[in-house]
C-alpha cells in the first residue's frame, strides 16, 4: 500500500546477468518479504528479512539473494537470471513477524529477462 | 506447509448481483487471512483481512467470513460494480509468510 516504495519499475536484461532491486519499507514498519508474481499465477513468497537477517526462505534457488539494511530497507539480488525470472517483483512491509499484522505491498518491480 | 485453494478461478455476474469467492487453507496454524485486488498490470491491493478471532467482517459492500473449524474463508461483495472487475487473491499466513490461492477473475457485466 502507500509507503512501500520500490526502484526501478521496470527493467530489461539478459540471459546470464545479474539484476538487483530495491525496496524501501512503510514508515514504522522494520520487516520486508519478497514475493514474485509470474504472468497469470499469485504471488510467491521469496524470503523475509527481519532485523538484517532473513528469517524465512520459500522455494527458490540460491541465485536469489537479499539484503536488508540498518534503515530497514532492503534488496533483492537475481544471478544468472533465466528466461523464466521474467515476472513481477513485489516488496512487502509489515510489522515485526507475528501474529496478524497487516502485509502491504509495493506497486513492484516489473522484470524482462530476454 | 500451508496450501490455500481458491475456487472459482473465473467469476461473471451482472453490474448488482453479488459475488462469492471461497477459499480453503490446511495450516490450522495461519491465523490472518488477507484479501488483495489485483488490477491488470498493478500490484495486489488489499481490500479486507480477517483474524483468527474473528468470525466475520465488513466494509461496506465488502465481507469476509472465517471458518476456522472446516478451515474455510470467504469473500463477498455485494451490489457489485463494473470497476469491482479485477482478479481477486485470498491468502494466509500464520507468521507473515503469505501463502495465495490461485486468483479468481471476476468480471462485471453493466
Do not use: M
Amino acid at each position: 500500500d502507500a509507503g512501500v516504495t520500490q526502484s526501478p519499475t521496470h527493467l530489461i536484461k539478459t540471459r546470464g546477468q545479474q539484476v538487483t532491486l530495491r525496496c524501501s519499507p512503510k514508515s514504522g514498519h522494520d520487516t520486508v518479504s519478497w514475493y514474485q508474481q509470474a504472468l497469470g499465477q499469485g504471488p510467491q513468497f521469496i524470503f523475509q528479512y527481519y532485523e538484517e537477517e532473513e528469517r524465512q526462505r520459500g522455494n527458490f534457488p540460491d541465485r536469489f539473494s537479499g539484503h536488508q539494511f540498518p534503515n530497514y530497507s532492503s534488496e533483492l539480488n537475481v544471478n544468472a537470471l533465466l528466461l523464466g525470472d521474467s515476472a513481477l517483483y513485489l516488496c512487502a512491509s509489515s510489522l515485526p513477524p507475528g501474529s496478524g499484522n497487516t502485509i502491504y505491498f509495493g506497486e513492484g518491480s516489473w522484470l524482462t529477462v530476454v | 506447509g500451508e496450501n490455500v485453494e481458491q475456487h472459482p478461478s473465473t467469476l461473471s455476474v451482472q453490474e448488482g448481483d453479488s459475488a462469492v469467492i471461497k477459499c480453503t487453507y490446511s495450516d490450522s496454524a495461519s491465523n490472518y487471512f488477507p484479501w488483495y485486488k489485483q488490477e491488470l498490470g498493478k500490484r495486489p491491493q488489499l481490500i479486507i483481512d480477517i483474524r483468527s478471532n474473528v468470525g466475520e467482517k465488513k466494509d461496506q459492500r465488502i465481507a469476509v467470513t472465517l471458518n476456522k473449524t472446516a478451515k474455510h474463508f470467504s469473500l463477498h461483495i455485494t451490489e457489485t460494480q463494473p470497476e469491482d472487475s479485477a482478479v481477486y487473491f485470498c491468502a494466509a499466513t500464520g507468521f507473515q509468510k503469505l501463502v495465495f490461492g490461485t486468483g479468481t477473475r471476476l468480471l462485471v457485466s453493466p
